[in-house]
T-cell receptor, first 113, second 114 residues
């Protein structure tokens, strides 16, 4: 089976840094992705880690530790528009693309002025 | 925007009816996956289509079925609708063998079953 655990809610102020954690227990693991979803919108891809370590993309960074079955998304210089839900997702194996990913239930980030 | 389009955007059905949802994948993407997202939850994998054949299925009953056409567009069909089928249905496309975790999602079709 597959399960991913994320905090349900996180609140931070504009300009701050926030970390959203994700722990996973999956029968297969090839990589961890992060997606952002605004209310009523499509999930949009933010970052992907197949190897241990940090991946940086602008204000967003993602980290993976395969030995700990753990990853996180780091958002820096928070802006009001970052208020959204954030999902981690596991790509189960190498013999397929990400289309069979398992998603966590998401973390709702609220950014306050 | 990803270039993945879905229709209809919203629809209301009654229990026991059937529904067809449609998806046009992003140009060049030959693999389409369908997800169900209930309110307050993450997307759940329904099935994937590649070369017009089902290529993997999640934990959904057979009344959830699909098609993929030669132009890579796809349909999701749900028969004998139940109240719990009320959800946002998301289509996601990607190129086969695309070696990242990136999926390109459409805006979804929001289904309400009364």
């Amino acid at each position: 089976g597959q399960s991913l655990e994320q905090p349900s809610e996180v609140t931070a102020v504009e300009g701050a840094i926030v970390q959203i954690n994700c722990t996973y227990q999956t029968s297969g693991f090839y990589g961890l992705s992060w997606y952002q979803q605004h209310d009523g919108g499509a999930p949009t891809f933010l970052s992907y880690n197949a190897l241990d370590g940090l991946e940086e993309t602008g204000r967003f960074s993602s980290f993976l530790s395969r030995s700990d079955s753990y990853g996180y998304l780091l958002l820096q210089e928070l802006q009001m528009k970052d208020s959204a839900s954030y999902f981690c997702a596991v790509r189960p194996s190498n013999n397929t693309n990400a289309g069979k990913s398992t998603f966590g239930d998401g973390t709702t980030l609220t950014v306050k002025p | 925007e990803t270039g993945v389009t879905q229709s209809p955007t919203h629809l209301i059905k009654t229990r026991g009816q059937q529904v067809t949802l449609r998806c046009s994948s992003q140009s060049g993407h030959n693999t389409v996956s369908w997800y169900q997202q209930a309110l307050g939850q993450g997307p759940q994998f329904i099935f994937q289509y590649y070369r017009e054949e089902e290529n993997g299925r999640g934990n959904f009953p057979p009344r959830f079925s699909g098609l993929q056409f030669p132009n890579y567009s796809s349909e999701l069909n749900v028969n004998a609708l139940e109240l719990d089928d009320s959800a946002l249905y998301l289509c996601a496309s990607s190129p086969r063998g695309f070696n990242t975790g990136e999926l390109f999602f459409g805006e979804g079709s929001r289904l309400t079953v009364l």
